[in-house]
């Protein structure tokens, strides 16, 4: 699958007035689009499917869709929460065309089953953050309470479009299933999006997005593909690069030794973790190199500091060293509360000239930007941007839906991963993860982003195998996202095989497209 492309609703506004006199129009396009997931939905349901239109374009993709549904042999239920006499032009004509085919319009959800119900209450065009009151909530809430697969067209009824931010009283519609149109809607994919959509299917309703409107990407395998060659069987481990983990104060260790197990376990040749409570060894993973923290400078390739490093002036000094050091540098946990509260240390780090990233959860994000979380949680892309700009570091934003941003202003939206990903440690598998990819020689801009989907495509893995969600450990997900990569890799190498022998162009003489 290729990154799939993400639209803001000002792009997608602009790209719809494009687009204003396609045959046939956008409305009938999307209906069509709607009607033949929901007549698989329904499947051989001998109940009706229920239709919720509203008052604007939303509504009339419903109107659309009702009357293709009852062309196809159904009797859908039309409940109408607007004024005819109201509805813009195009939606007006498609509730004539629904009336004129016989349909009829009802005020208020009917008792009894229905196969399917289609959500088009409202689309991206309601106001953000305007939660819905009256007639509408209550529409809302009797949709949620249907037992039957609950089709949105577009985005959920009262989500935020833009964020994901679900107003007070989550009077959200909370689909099955969500058709959307045209593109991906950032609000779908991060934070209570997907707790809303249910399983998204794209239809870009046959129009050609040129790539400098796209504002952001999903992130996918091929994305990185360049990255993902095979080992020369002539290497050492010098080879792979040496990463060097700081933290583990006393009573946080296991942080920097899962950071540097996962570092070791995706592919670094070395791993040195310096730990500021001495340990001789890791009994689990013997491979690691423990020494004093501030031993790793002179011994690694690249950096990461952060995990269980606590906020001593010990701490501080390691910090201030890292900073002004020439490798690639990771900063997480106790170095982001650090570096909020150390406003000399912030400006030196945007001065840096090798890479800098940052995997900030929402909390020490608002940290190091001055707010609280709820304003970082109430535009997760916005607070990405800010810190990849002030810091002048790749920056990923972790949570549902986490967000990748350079200091470019490009920007992803990681779609794998799930719950299990909620427990202590994971946030220093991650670290680890992006780090030995960093001492690999993989590109910053291309490192942190595989490192968050392999990171969640290893929790999927996990799940799929029957551990976790619920009780998913961060040291779990390390050997699966071994697997993972793997995978990947032999996947890539049997692909440059395959087109070699078949005469085909390999996947290392493509052009890689560029998305960042």
Not at 394 to 403: A, E, H, N, P
Request: charged content about 15%; some cysteine; aromatic content about 4%.
């Amino acid at each position: 699958m290729q990154p799939q492309p993400i639209l803001r609703l000002t792009t997608l506004h602009e790209l719809e007035q494009r687009h204003l006199n396609v045959t046939p129009p956008l409305m009938e396009r999307a209906g069509k689009a709607a009607a033949e997931i929901a007549l698989r939905l329904a499947g051989n349901s001998l109940a009706p499917p229920l239709i919720v239109a509203g008052p604007g374009n939303n509504g009339g993709d419903a109107f659309v869709v009702a009357r293709l549904l009852k062309q196809a042999g159904c009797d859908p239920l039309l409940v109408f929460a607007g004024d005819a006499a109201r509805l813009p032009a195009d939606a007006r004509a498609a509730c004539d065309a629904w009336l004129a085919s016989g349909g009829s319009l009802q005020d208020d959800l009917p008792e009894g089953n229905f196969s399917i119900a289609v959500d088009g209450l409202f689309g991206i065009g309601l106001s953000a953050r305007r939660p819905l009151e009256g007639r509408h909530a209550m529409l809302v809430r009797k949709l949620n309470s249907l037992n039957c697969p609950i089709l949105a067209l577009d985005i959920p009824s009262g989500l935020d479009a833009e964020t994901g931010f679900v107003p007070p009283g989550d009077n959200v519609v909370r689909a099955t299933h969500t058709a959307t149109f045209i593109a991906l809607k950032p609000g779908l994919l991060t934070l209570d999006g997907p707790d809303h959509c249910g399983e998204i299917s794209l239809h870009n309703l046959g129009l050609d997005i040129d790539d400098a409107m796209v504002d952001g990407h999903t992130i996918a395998r091929t994305l990185f593909t360049g990255q993902l060659r095979p080992r020369l069987k002539n290497s050492h481990k010098g080879s792979y690069g040496s990463v060097g983990i700081i933290g583990g104060a006393t009573g946080m260790a296991g942080a920097a030794l899962l950071a540097g197990r996962a570092a070791l376990k995706l592919g670094a040749g070395r791993v040195y973790v310096g730990m500021l409570e001495r340990l001789a060894v890791d009994p689990q993973q013997p491979e690691l190199m423990l020494r004093p923290a501030s031993d790793v400078f002179d011994l690694a390739t690249c950096l990461a500091i952060g995990p269980g490093l606590g906020q001593s002036k010990e701490a501080l000094a390691l910090l201030r060293r890292a900073i002004t050091s020439k490798l690639p540098l990771l900063l997480d946990a106790d170095a982001l509360n650090l570096l909020a509260s150390h406003p000399v240390l912030a400006r030196n780090l945007a001065r840096r000239t090798a890479p800098t990233l940052l995997t900030p959860h929402p909390a020490e994000a608002a940290r190091l930007l001055g707010c609280d979380v709820a304003s970082v949680q109430s535009d997760r892309i916005a607070a990405a941007q800010e810190l990849a700009k002030r810091f002048t570091a790749l920056t990923v934003l972790k949570g549902c839906g986490s967000i990748i941003a350079l200091p470019n202003g490009r920007w992803f939206i990681n779609t794998s991963g799930n719950a299990g990903l909620a427990s202590a440690g994971s946030g220093d598998v991650l670290s680890g993860i992006a780090a030995a990819l960093l001492a690999q020689g993989w590109p910053a801009d291309l490192a942190l982003p595989a490192a968050a989907h392999l990171h969640g495509c290893a929790a999927d893995a996990c799940v799929a195998a029957g551990i976790g969600p619920i009780g998913l450990s961060a040291s779990e997900t390390i050997e699966e996202a071994r697997n993972v990569m793997n995978k990947w890799m032999a996947t890539t190498h049997a692909q440059i095989i395959h087109d070699t022998s078949t005469g085909g162009a390999s996947l290392n003489s493509q052009p890689a497209k560029t998305y960042y």
